[in-house]
């Protein structure tokens, strides 16, 4: 039996001087009035309402005169890096195309049927649905197909947006971002130039928007540079999802609790129909596990031989597998403000998901929004400081996204002893209106929950119904080179055991054990930031590596 530990024993610290700089810009810089890192959901909603904002400006002579945006995605092609369930709630696609309907929004089919199960190894037992999971008037859609949709909409608008171009830092002036770095690429192994080799691009903005997506890591630094807390730090989830062609139509949204997971751990799972022959399932569980050896991806295999999902799969095919965390904390995790001199914090970067309703798109491109009507008025008033983007925190914090996670605020938490006594606290919540109980529920860091044994073997995978990470990472897109500097940083003396850790907690199989030593294959990362949140660091690498989803 393996001694038990705690993963931020073994973690390296944010590397903030890479990723803070107080330098000048070089120059050759290139210069904008805005800038948004990170073409998702939020990133490409808030460009889209600036712009529009901008227009109408011009058209009533406003006299705001043009406004340069740009966009910077690190995936090859929009959408290649995101991933969700998804379930949408249209509501923030309404407010910013009145123009438009909902037959005219990239969804695939609304929401006819939904149930949810409480299963055990060889039984589906269906339940209420709880309120906060009711999906009536939604959407079942593919976010890269959304964000694809939305980035036609920016360039319509006369938007720039350069994919294939990660940030790797914040340029700094005092207190104030003034503009971002991005990755250097066409590196060996060792940093040596090859012949392809494409240095860093300063990118001087006014307003640096960081709509990075979950467990950012510019906005993690910014956070600790700028000493700006929260009453709980941000906790997440690692979601391990698949798309399926399948033999017998599906019409239902089916959600899961319990089995696979041992009671201790927080999550579930979605079968979700996109098309009558397509259908996205996955699995997510809390990075709060207490167990070394407990595994999402072999979870999910271990998942789709139960009778429920099996029936559906066999004589199927695996189309597309990918893997992402989610931001799971809640209202208590979000940052004290998310602006600050030239910077505004959008999406899930933010942490603007709600756990008990499984939503996150909306508030993302909700926050964009915002995040987009500060800006216009601070450019109108020729004044980018924290004084005047605090309009975005005023803004968040009066609308639905603050009202819908405040009345969640303890549901997530309620499960940190377990799921029977997860389930009673949920409940009385729910009935309560959010009011029960009075006090917030204190969480830890991810990292700094204690690992013991005690998890299930894994699935031999047959290759038909069940796949190794190996598969799994092909299935992902993934075509990153070889020979590309390594992104993570690995902290010192790790053990057999945490090693063993690493191995099971990253679902592409990133990490493995040989002859009781640490492992590390690079290139297999498909960037769902798990590794960042209870292991070693992630950081920015060249723009196009990881996975290429295109239907997920």
């Known amino acids: 039996m393996a001694a038990r530990f705690v993963p931020a024993d073994h973690q390296s610290a944010l590397p903030r001087d890479q990723l803070i700089l107080a330098q000048s810009p070089g120059e050759e810089r290139i210069e904008l009035d805005v800038v948004f890192v990170g073409a998702g959901p939020a990133g490409l909603a808030g460009a889209i309402e600036l712009a529009r904002l901008v227009k109408r400006d011009q058209d009533s002579g406003g006299g705001l005169g043009e406004v340069?945006?740009?966009v910077l995605e690190k995936a090859a092609g929009l959408g290649e890096h995101c991933l969700s369930g998804a379930v949408v709630n249209p509501r923030s696609f309404r407010e910013l195309f009145p123009e438009l309907s909902d037959a005219d929004f990239p969804f695939r089919t609304p929401v006819k049927h939904e149930v949810i199960y409480r299963l055990s190894s060889r039984r589906a037992t269906r339940i209420p649905t709880p309120p906060t999971m009711r999906n009536a008037g939604f959407y079942v859609a593919s976010i890269c197909e959304i964000v694809r949709?939305?980035?036609?909409?920016?360039?319509?608008?006369?938007?720039?947006?350069?994919?294939?171009?990660?940030?790797?830092?914040?340029?700094?002036?005092?207190?104030?971002?003034?503009?971002?770095?991005?990755?250097?690429?066409?590196?060996?192994?060792?940093?040596?130039?090859l012949s392809n080799y494409m240095p860093s691009a300063d990118i001087v903005a006014k307003v640096t928007a960081l709509a990075e997506g979950s467990r950012g890591m510019l906005a993690q630094a910014y956070l600790e540079w700028q000493g700006?807390?929260?009453?709980?730090?941000?906790i997440f989830a690692l979601g391990v999802k698949e798309l399926w062609e399948i033999k017998q139509p599906l019409d239902t949204v089916i959600h899961t609790m319990g089995w696979p997971l041992p009671n201790d751990a927080f999550g579930g799972s979605f079968m979700y129909p996109l098309e009558a022959?397509?259908?996205?399932?996955?699995?997510?569980?809390?990075?709060?596990?207490?167990?070394?050896?407990?595994?999402?991806?072999?979870l999910l295999q271990r998942m789709k031989t139960h009778a429920l999902f099996r029936r559906y799969l066999e004589g199927g095919e695996l189309v597309e597998w990918g893997a992402k965390t989610i931001p799971e904390g809640g209202y208590h995790a979000l940052p004290e403000r998310r602006s600050g001199d030239g910077l505004v914090i959008l999406g899930d970067a933010a942490g603007f998901v709600d756990v008990p309703s499984l939503k996150g798109i909306h508030y993302a491109m909700q926050s964009g929004i915002f995040a987009a009507r500060a800006i216009y008025g601070a450019l109108k008033?020729?004044?980018?400081?924290?004084?005047?983007?605090?309009?975005?925190?005023?803004?968040?914090?009066?609308?639905y996204i603050r009202d819908d996670l405040y009345r969640t605020r303890n549901m997530r938490p309620a499960f940190k002893h377990g799921f029977y006594r997860g389930a009673v606290k949920a409940g009385l919540m729910t009935l309560t209106g959010g009011r029960f109980p009075r006090r917030k529920i204190t969480m830890p860091?991810?990292?700094?929950?204690?690992?013991?044994d005690g998890a299930e073997e894994a699935v031999s995978p047959d290759g038909k119904l069940t796949f190794s990470k190996v598969d799994a990472v092909f299935k992902s897109g993934n075509a990153t080179r070889d020979t590309i500097p390594s992104h993570l940083i690995?902290?010192?003396?790790?053990?057999?055991?945490?090693?063993?850790?690493?191995s099971h907690m990253c679902p592409a199989g990133v990490y493995e054990v040989a002859d009781g030593e640490l492992a590390i294959n690079p290139p297999n990362c498909v960037d769902c930031k798990a590794t960042d949140v209870v292991g070693p660091r992630w950081t920015p690498r060249e723009g196009g590596a990881g996975p290429a989803y295109k239907r997920m």
């Open 149 to 193: 949709w939305l980035g036609e909409r920016a360039q319509e608008l006369g938007i720039d947006v350069f994919a294939g171009f990660p940030v790797g830092a914040l340029l700094t002036e005092g207190d104030r971002v003034i503009g971002v770095r991005t990755v250097p690429s066409g590196l060996d192994r060792d940093g040596n130039q």
């Open 277 to 298: 022959n397509l259908a996205s399932l996955g699995l997510v569980v809390g990075l709060d596990y207490p167990y070394r050896a407990l595994d999402v991806h072999d």
């Open 381 to 399: 008033a020729n004044d980018t400081t924290a004084a005047q983007l605090g309009e975005y925190d005023r803004l968040v914090d009066g609308s």
């Open 228 to 234: 700006i807390g929260s009453a709980n730090p941000q």
């Open 445 to 452: 860091r991810d990292a700094e929950v204690p690992r013991g």
């Open 490 to 502: 690995v902290g010192e003396d790790i053990s057999t055991a945490v090693a063993e850790f690493y």
């Open 68 to 70: 340069s945006i740009g």
